[in-house]
């Protein structure tokens, strides 16, 4: 069975408590669910993100009503794609959305935590897929903003174990303004049912596949000062 994987407790309680002291006059008490993350914080700071990123969703009728899914995304070097596909399909669905990707260290990891961060551990990525939550993980970074880079099939193998969606999320957004689109796309449905790892592989490169489909069909996003097509869109 997976189990959470905790940071020293202390060391925890003490960063998270400093990061979130300036908000605490506007926070209720016990707010913090049970991966760490403060939805009342997260709800506070989404404001502030905007002020850097400026998302149109689509797709949302591919995410689950109820059930936990595991979400990939593609990522351009340090786009912080996970973290703004987080919080924008969190400020859509009304539902706690998780990354995966905060250190297993203080101050960094407590912070993040408190955003709804979960360690880039398949065994954490299955606790919270099991408990029926929606996660965010980032395929491998690649340099171009319309590359998918390949897909950790271990940590698609949390999905598998538990039952869990895989669906592929295209992220786009621009180094030189707040434009950035997320795209969900339909869950990936393997043709033949497998067991094992081979079951892993084949769904992580069907991912792959399925979200360099969709940034092709998105299409308009440039690198350098080129206008984006989708500019006056959500």
Known sequence: M???IELPRRAVETTATAVTAP????????????WGRDDHLVRLLWPVARLRWNVSVGGLDHLPARKGAL???????????????????????????????????AP????LR?????????????????HGELVVMAAAATTHPRHAGTVDHEMV?????????VIPVASMSSPFS????????????????????????????ATQRHLQRI????????????PIDWLGEG
């Not at 912080?80 to 260290?105: E, K």
């Open 23 to 34: 908000f605490r006059p506007l926070l209720p008490d016990h707010s913090v669910d049970e």
């Open 2 to 4: 997976a189990q959470l």
């Open 108 to 111: 960094f990891g407590a912070a």
């Open 178 to 205: 707040r434009t950035a689109r997320v795209e969900v796309g339909p869950p990936v449905r393997p043709r033949v049912k497998r067991r094992g790892p081979l079951a892993e592989i084949e769904i992580a490169e």
């Open 71 to 105: 979400l990939v995304t593609n990522e351009r070097r340090f786009s912080w794609s996970p973290l703004y596909v987080a919080g924008a399909l969190g400020n859509a669905t009304g539902r706690p959305v998780r990354f995966v990707g905060r250190p297993d260290h």
């Open 215 to 226: 940034l092709d069909e998105l299409g308009g996003m440039q690198t350098g000062m080129v």
């Open 114 to 130: 408190r955003v709804g961060a979960l360690l880039d551990d398949p065994a954490e990525v299955h606790g919270a897929l099991r």
């Open 157 to 165: 193998g949390a999905a598998v174990t538990t039952g869990a969606a």
